[in-house]
T-cell receptor, first 113, second 115 residues
Framework: GDSVTQMEGPVTLSEEAFLTINCTYT??????LFWYVQYPGEGLQLLLK?????DKGSNKGFEATYRKETTSFHLEKGSVQVSDSAVYFC????????????FGGGTRVLVKP | DADVTQTPRNRITKTGKRIMLECSQT?????MYWYRQDPGLGLRLIYY???????NKGEISDGYSVSRQAQAKFSLSLESAIPNQTALYFC??????????????FGPGTRLTVL
C-alpha cells in the first residue's frame, strides 16, 4: 500500500538557518504530494502541494519539488524564523486509494532566537 | 468563524463509557474524514464519507463508528472507550479539485483522554 517516510525530529535550528526536512514515498500510479503544518494547539494547515512530477510547490518561503525518479518531496526553507516552529507532515493522495491522504509521522521543528 | 469546527475540544472519560465527537463544516464540501493522531505515527484514517449516503472504513476503524447526519455534519462515536483510544482526533473536509487533487481542510482537533 501507499506509505510516506519522513525524517524524525526534533529538528532544532537557530533563526535564519536553512531548513530541510526529507520525505520519501511509496505509491502506485501518480500521487499528489502535500506538506501540512501543525502549529502548537492547532489543526493541520496545508502548506504546499504538487500534483505531478517536477512540479514545485511553494508558500511562505517554503519549497518542495516532486521528484518521481527518487520518489521524494523534500521541504526546504532558506531562512527560518521562530514562528516556523511547528510539526510538519508530508502526505500523499494516491489515485489508487481513492484520493485519500496517507501521512508521514511528522517532524517537529524548533527554531531558537 | 472557523470553516471546520469540532466539539468538544477536550474530553476526559472513563473506560467503558460511550463518547461522541462532533464535526461541522461550512465549506460546502461533500467529503469528510476522521483521523486520530498519536505521537510519531502521524495521522491515521478512521472513517471517511464521500457524501451523505456513503460511509467507508479507514485503516483503524475497529472500536469506532460514525454517522453522517447531513452534508455539513459528521460524528465519530466510541461505543465503549478504552485507554488506548486516548489521542488527538481530527475532522477534515475536502472537495475533489481540478485534476483530481484532493486538498483537505482540518478542524482544530479534540483531545480525548480515556482513564
Amino acid at each position: 500500500g501507499d506509505s510516506v517516510t519522513q525524517m524524525e525530529g526534533p529538528v532544532t535550528l537557530s533563526e535564519e538557518a536553512f531548513l530541510t526536512i526529507n520525505c520519501t514515498y511509496t505509491a502506485t500510479g501518480y500521487p499528489s504530494l502535500f506538506w501540512y503544518v501543525q502549529y502548537p494547539g492547532e489543526g493541520l494547515q496545508l502548506l504546499l502541494k504538487a500534483t505531478k512530477a517536477d512540479d514545485k510547490g511553494s508558500n511562505k518561503g517554503f519549497e518542495a519539488t516532486y521528484r518521481k525518479e527518487t520518489t521524494s518531496f523534500h521541504l526546504e526553507k532558506g531562512s527560518v524564523q521562530v514562528s516556523d516552529s511547528a510539526v510538519y507532515f508530508c502526505a500523499l493522495s494516491g489515485q489508487a486509494a481513492g484520493n485519500k491522504l496517507t501521512f508521514g509521522g511528522g517532524t517537529r521543528v524548533l527554531v531558537k532566537p | 468563524d472557523a470553516d471546520v469546527t469540532q466539539t468538544p475540544r477536550n474530553r476526559i472519560t472513563k473506560t467503558g463509557k460511550r463518547i461522541m465527537l462532533e464535526c461541522s463544516q461550512t465549506k460546502g464540501h461533500d467529503r469528510m474524514y476522521w483521523y486520530r493522531q498519536d505521537p510519531g505515527l502521524g495521522l491515521r484514517l478512521i472513517y471517511y464519507s464521500f457524501d451523505v449516503k456513503d460511509i467507508n472504513k479507514g485503516e483503524i476503524s475497529d472500536g469506532y463508528s460514525v454517522s453522517r447526519q447531513a452534508q455539513a455534519k459528521f460524528s465519530l462515536s466510541l461505543e465503549s472507550a478504552i485507554p488506548n483510544q486516548t489521542a488527538l482526533y481530527f475532522c477534515a473536509t475536502s472537495d475533489l479539485g481540478t485534476g483530481g487533487t484532493d486538498t483537505q481542510y482540518f478542524g482544530p482537533g479534540t483531545r480525548l483522554t480515556v482513564l
